[in-house]
């Protein structure tokens, strides 16, 4: 029975009952039956917690920290990017060019960034030893030959001139090297090469889709292909939008190209042939004779050149009441962490942790503790693969690996008020490719916010009770091209961490003809073009020192005997068991949630016997967390972190990344192939290194239109602590109420107000200063590293975007 | 390639470069390849829509609006509940006592309420058809007999005195009846019978759990079980909190009895035996045997009854910063949707809704229209297991039917500021049970906030745009028992409804002796009590009439062969089918969400030949949906609903409900079996009802301690349109900003921001009227229906909860 039911009515239904038996099946007012009115207990009163009210003229000044130790994964300065840059220009066997004198045939450096410290010297560090020396990589572009090709090198340590060397870095790889063929170093020129090919058919543009081929841009396949040892690219004609917005990936055409540009010599590249309407044609002959004859059917132009049915604008009729100003948040006690801001480190209630951000990936989170301890040593994506398919070559060869573009060269200014609060603490991030240092301003943000419903609630017949449910969130927003990811690492009162990632901007949409195999038709000559996001972060536990375990625990139906029943029982147990080496490491997430995946050191058990566990558990999304297709012709092994939603590997200093950002150049050689890291390995009471995924299958329809909204692209992962405390750790919380009533004096009406010290917010809140200032949005500033002028740190333009 | 990566940087770096090809596979500065810049465009200005700000002072009045029609399923007034019982008490072949006088042998009426309008009449009154009569059904329990049973009987028309007539109520049940025995009708003597066996044994108790039995609540299983054609009762000792806390349920004590309570004559119940520490003693004689030898092994005592630890008041030390006010939504702009409170009608934006309020479910929605046109005829819930298992008979024995204890009696008033925001709508909700009218005051509340992200958002070279996420929720919370459960109904601006329901309060704990199978050791005596909470609801969609399909579309990995290819491709496609009748309409949520799961009208395509459907897909939880136990010995058939996710069968009148609240008297012959729903009728362009579960399988673990927190106890479905509109229906809203720069000047800095209408809060919020005042807190309102004095509607005294 519920009897805690009958005990909250007892207090009501006392005066129409003389019953006294606590009532199994009890219910309310079915029958008669009440159980007895609780005692009336003298309710815990609490006078050192009275409530005060706040002065909002007297909000503190933020808090700040001071870091405990340096923050050895900090990105590098822009003084250390310089003097990296101004080093390799020295190394004279690198023939290197000046990144802004550098053509197709000469060597130049790309990305600069830190070369984070191995796991091993940090955590000696952090126990008291050495700092380690910093290393920076540098992957350098070698154009100067005929098979071009990029590799990464690793300079340092920095800080000690006379003691900086240089080599090619492999440590973190899976092929042994960095390094990566280039098949596409002379883009400019097999750019004229299908500009050129296509004018040889601008009638038939004309005709077809409204305009000669030179108003179209030409862009395709991504990776490109290898056919029979030659390199194959398809390209499609793109219209160009003529408004501010750019949905250019809204606009395909129809009309593709395939070319051979294997070689530096555009005299051994080839054209292959036209696509149009799912007929292909091997020669432009073939075309032509083909339109002669009227045989191409002609097909609906995406004709979003002159409208505005591209741009995200309002429009349609106006929402009822919508003009006036929405619910929005405030924070009127000002901002209740601390953040050490130059040396990246913050703390919100018991949690603590670094953060760094790199060109690749963006940011990533170091040493996360709670309550005074590591509960993981690094926590961050590794790579976003968004895997198309289609009945034309362009999408069934679109298999974006955005690393290659990178995270962080994308993580622009955020928009007060929408991507985060206006109350929000945004900082910098720096990246620097090209030899340019670009700060992007404001594009962190780190803010509390109130999730929307309680931690915590009850009511009974003599108290309600309830407590805040207030999250701490580190967002950046990298908008890589047409899409926008936004990433969020919230955490919890009940000390849970949560990682989400959402997706909004422009879809990349296929032309639509016969393909309705691979998406719906969206609008005249539009496809949703069917997709796939896969999405693997590193998370890097460390619970309670690191030998740890992956535990299972099964909820499973079962039929029992038990002494004190005649007959058995259909009933269910707790099935526990554990992950015992990476062959078994390739993981899902079971049906119907039976099966709780945990993570604990076996040595570390609480006072009854349990392990102090954390659990891993998906728990946003729903539209799919890992790769549809498991042998793509178009990744090949290079997307091996996709092909399901969880691994568990033993860690090495060497298994650095799940993937690295040139892998996309030849992504059938990858410099990591992450199913090499699954290789045997014992799990029990090792360092572990879970691998996650959020995703998403997209198969976009007229709702994406313009963009697509963060409602359902939306995937996230929780880890909390499971039997890791010994209670629920928001009981901590001061901001909660409980209102008593019908106590000591019978009466039915609240007869004290217990807030536990939390304060709340009185008097005017000024909503025309929280009101952000969009005239000051700034964007991102670029320092030129060579020749670097340390006097003059930033440039004088500060750019936007 | 990414093209619009390159068109976003153009602008920003064409100051180092000249190269004019947009670049297929451009890496932001890997290489020195750039696109051109985008055209200087201007900008779309847009002067009539000037952002103005919002005069604090002048807030509108709240929106109200005049319901289109009646409403139909509005809950029985006081006065029809009182004539119903007034009408019931004149039937004397029915020997009704008054409820306040009845005794254990006389037959009384326990719940009144209304007969919801059948569907298809429902459908010819909104066409413009007579409106429906009223109807009311009462569930007598008739307790004069040797075997005591209830009936639901149904009176009518309401309003029509001459005309009302009465009979038994069977049309909405399987069973062909909704007579159902009542095996426990004399509890009150069979608790002196359990307490009076007890006390037997009061030292034993007072040796192995510290007081005789007297101190101890003796309940147990639900429901009861049937061995051999005898009731049998198992009962525990639990311990009184001395608190006001009512943590009973975490103070079990680890003594367990059988009892058979079969019939109404005391002499023919029987003692069958006691267990301790998963031993069984089938006489008392053997129980003190053992206990006299030592043999009863001595476990722990559950002392929670002079400790605090079952409380939630805060304690241990106090969070860094955490007495300052948090963040807190506020509704600067006032209400921003209409109700009409006495019709329970509510239109926000485009959506518009009914609601009615019952004693078994709560809230319920109806007539669910957006943009003008129903998507929903009745969204509800209908019946929410708790199902339990473990080694001890009580725990094993626990299968929570909680429409039975009812959802309605137990929507107390919110907590203003915490269940829901104070500047939310509150309104009361009522029911009908035991002859009186009870009235719950702001038990229901409306809310709009702000989701903590954009709805959309987008940043390119020349613009930075971003849409808000508000959403409007209706909730109320139910406390049955130790567990409270969370309704939240939410409208999105993208056109999305979803549903969801959170759980805290105090877990159902067991005694820990031997049964780490079943649960978690959590504190000294207790184990977190194995069960799986399953809520199912039903949801009959009307998509643009009420002919419709359930479509399947699933993403599949594909080898295809295409014409413009020498090689098979590894891809993937989207395979269509749908669902063609109820022999197959028992579906699962396919792995990885590679299946969308589709409702549409087949004659309804969208001009582009798609569907226009509504895409149905859990979007929040993660902890699992159905019961793991197939073949309960519990709960038998009445928890037919429960055993898969999702079901879809073709809408009667006569298949109002998937369960029925007094099947839980007799699981095993419930009045209403969901499984007889699924018999083989066809699905295809027919009325169709989705009855979908929420839930999660909780294996509490220490941070269950001291209640449950909604942090993972969360589980929520999403409604959304599916091709179902041209475009996303999001870009009607105001409330958005584009940020314009780097367009018709090139200078770097925000030349224009566009608001598009929507009004900005500026001015000084008061915040001291926006606090809740706690001290209102109520509760609910009892009104005696007989004899009824409608000059007095309510009682005297205003009791609280």
Redesign the interface.
């Given at each position: 029975?519920?009897?805690?039911?009958?005990?909250?009515?007892g207090?009501?239904l006392a005066?129409?009952s003389a019953?006294a038996?606590?009532?199994?099946?009890?219910?309310?007012?079915?029958?008669?039956?009440v159980s007895q009115p609780?005692a009336n207990?003298k309710?815990?009163k609490?006078p050192h917690?009275n409530t005060s009210s706040?002065n909002?003229t007297q909000v503190?000044e933020a808090?700040t920290v001071k870091v405990p130790h340096r923050n050895i994964w900090a990105g590098l300065t822009n003084a250390e990017a310089a003097y990296v840059v101004a080093f390799l220009h020295n190394q004279t066997e690198l023939n290197l060019t000046a990144?802004?004198d550098?053509g197709a045939w000469d060597n130049?450096i790309?990305?600069v960034d830190l070369l984070a410290p191995n796991k091993t010297d940090a955590l000696t560090f952090m126990a008291g030893g050495p700092e380690p020396p910093r290393y920076a990589y540098a992957?350098i572009?070698f154009n100067t030959v005929e098979e071009p090709y990029l590799e990464d090198y690793i300079i340092g340590p920095l800080g000690s001139p006379n003691e900086t060397t240089y080599g090619p870095y492999s440590f973190t790889t899976t092929k042994g090297t960095s390094r990566v063929r280039n098949f596409?170093a002379d883009?400019?020129r097999?750019?004229?090469f299908f500009?050129a090919t296509a004018a040889t058919c601008d009638d038939i543009f004309e005709d077809l889709i409204g305009a000669p081929s030179g108003e179209y841009?030409?862009?395709?396949i991504?990776?490109?292909w290898h056919?029979?040892g030659r390199v194959i690219?398809w390209?499609g004609a793109?219209g160009r939008p003529?408004?501010?917005?750019?949905?250019?990936?809204l606009l395909p055409q129809g009309i593709?190209m395939?070319f051979d540009i294997t070689g530096r010599d555009p005299a051994g590249w080839k054209f292959l042939?036209w696509?149009h309407n799912?007929?292909?044609y091997p020669t432009t002959d073939d075309f032509r004779t083909a339109y002669s004859k009227g045989l191409l059917e002609k097909t609906t132009r995406n004709d979003g050149m002159n409208s505005?049915?591209i741009?995200?604008?309002?429009?349609?009729?106006?929402?009822?009441?919508?003009?006036?100003?929405?619910?929005?948040?405030?924070?009127?006690?000002?901002q209740?962490?601390?953040i050490d801001e130059e040396n990246s480190y913050v703390?919100?209630?018991?949690f603590s942790f670094y953060w760094s951000f790199r060109r690749d990936t963006g940011i990533r989170l170091w040493d996360i503790k709670y309550k005074g301890k590591k509960i993981m040593h690094e926590l961050g994506l590794d790579e976003a693969l968004a895997?198309y398919?289609g009945?034309?070559?362009v999408q069934?060869g679109t298999s974006?690996l955005d690393t290659?573009?990178?995270f962080g060269?994308?993580a622009?200014?955020l928009?007060s008020?929408?991507?985060c609060?206006s109350?929000a603490k945004f900082v910098n991030s720096t990246f620097h490719?090209?030899e340019?240092s670009t700060t992007h301003r404001r594009s962190i943000c780190f803010?509390?916010?109130?999730?929307?419903?309680?931690?915590?609630?009850?009511?009974?017949?003599?108290?309600?009770?309830?407590?805040?449910?207030?999250v701490f969130t580190v967002k950046s927003?990298s908008?890589?091209?047409?899409y926008?990811y936004?990433f969020?690492y919230s955490f919890?009162?009940?000390?849970?961490l949560s990682v989400e990632v959402?997706a909004?901007?422009?879809i990349q949409s296929a032309y639509y003809a016969a393909n309705g195999?691979?998406?719906?038709?969206?609008?005249?000559g539009l496809s949703g073009s069917?997709h796939?996001h896969v999405l693997n972060w590193k998370m890097d536990m460390d619970v309670l020192g690191t030998s740890n375990t992956v535990g299972f625990?099964t909820?499973?139906?079962a039929t029992v005997k038990?002494?004190?029943?005649?007959?058995p029982?259909?009933?269910?147990?707790?099935v526990r068991s554990e992950l015992e080496n990476e062959n078994n490491a390739t993981l899902?997430?079971a049906?119907?949630?039976?099966t709780?995946v945990l993570i604990y050191n076996k040595d570390e058990k609480?006072k009854?016997?349990?392990e102090r566990a954390w659990r891993i558990?998906?728990?946003?999304?729903?539209?799919?967390?890992?790769s549809?297709?498991?042998?793509?012709?178009n990744a090949g092994p290079a997307m091996n972190f996709a092909k399901a939603?969880l691994f568990v590997t033993k860690h090495k200093d060497s298994e650095a990344h799940s993937a690295h950002p040139n892998s996309a150049y030849d992504p059938f050689n990858p410099i990591i192939d992450f199913s090499k890291y699954l290789d045997g390995e014992d799990l029990v009471q090792e360092d572990l290194v879970l691998w996650f995924n959020l995703g998403?299958?997209h198969?976009p329809?007229?709702?994406?239109?313009?963009?697509?909204?963060?409602?359902?692209a939306?995937a996230g992962i929780?880890v909390?602590?499971?039997?890791?405390?010994?209670?629920?750790?928001?009981?901590?919380?001061?901001?909660?109420?409980?209102?008593?009533?019908?106590?000591s004096t019978g009466d039915?009406?609240?007869e004290e107000?217990?807030q536990?010290?939390?304060?709340?917010?009185?008097?005017?809140?000024?909503?025309?200063a929280a009101?952000p200032d969009?005239?000051?949005?700034?964007?991102?500033v670029?320092t030129r590293k060579f020749p670097y002028d340390p006097t003059d740190p930033y440039d004088e333009?500060?750019?936007?975007?």
């Open positions: 029975m519920r009897a805690t039911a009958a005990l909250a009515l207090a009501a005066a129409s019953l038996a606590p009532s199994p099946k009890y219910q309310y007012m079915k029958n008669r039956f609780l207990f309710a815990d609490a917690w706040y909002l503190p808090p990144a802004a550098a130049l790309s990305t992957t572009m596409d883009e400019d097999t750019y004229e500009s841009d030409l862009w395709g991504d990776p490109l056919e029979e690219s390209v793109w003529t408004s501010v917005f750019d949905g250019q990936t593709y395939k042939g696509l799912a007929v292909y505005t049915w741009g995200t604008d309002r429009r349609g009729p106006e929402l009822p009441y919508d003009t006036r100003p929405p619910p929005m948040q405030i924070a009127p006690g000002g209740r962490f601390a703390e919100w209630m018991d895997h398919a009945n034309d070559p069934s974006y290659y573009y990178g060269p994308y622009f200014e928009i008020g929408y991507d609060p109350y490719s090209n340019i803010y509390e916010h109130d999730a929307g419903f309680p931690m915590q609630r009850h009511t009974n017949g003599q108290y309600a009770a309830a407590r805040k449910n207030t927003v908008t890589v091209g047409n926008d936004s969020l919890h009162l009940d000390g849970s959402m909004s901007g422009y195999e691979y998406g719906y038709h969206i609008k005249d069917m796939d625990h909820v499973s139906p038990y002494d004190w029943s005649p007959v029982r259909n009933t269910m147990h707790l899902h997430w049906e119907n949630g039976k709780m609480n009854f016997g349990e558990m998906p728990h946003v999304g729903g539209a799919g967390m890992y549809t297709i498991q042998n793509s012709s939603p998403m299958h198969v329809h007229t709702g994406d239109l313009g963009n697509t909204v963060h409602q359902t939306h929780i909390s602590p499971h039997n890791y405390l010994e209670e629920d750790p928001s009981s901590q919380s001061s901001q909660m109420v409980r209102l008593v009533y019908n106590t039915s009406f609240v107000v217990l536990f010290g939390g304060q709340t917010a009185t008097g005017l809140y000024n909503l025309t009101k969009y005239y000051a949005y700034e964007g991102d670029n333009t500060a750019a936007i975007v």
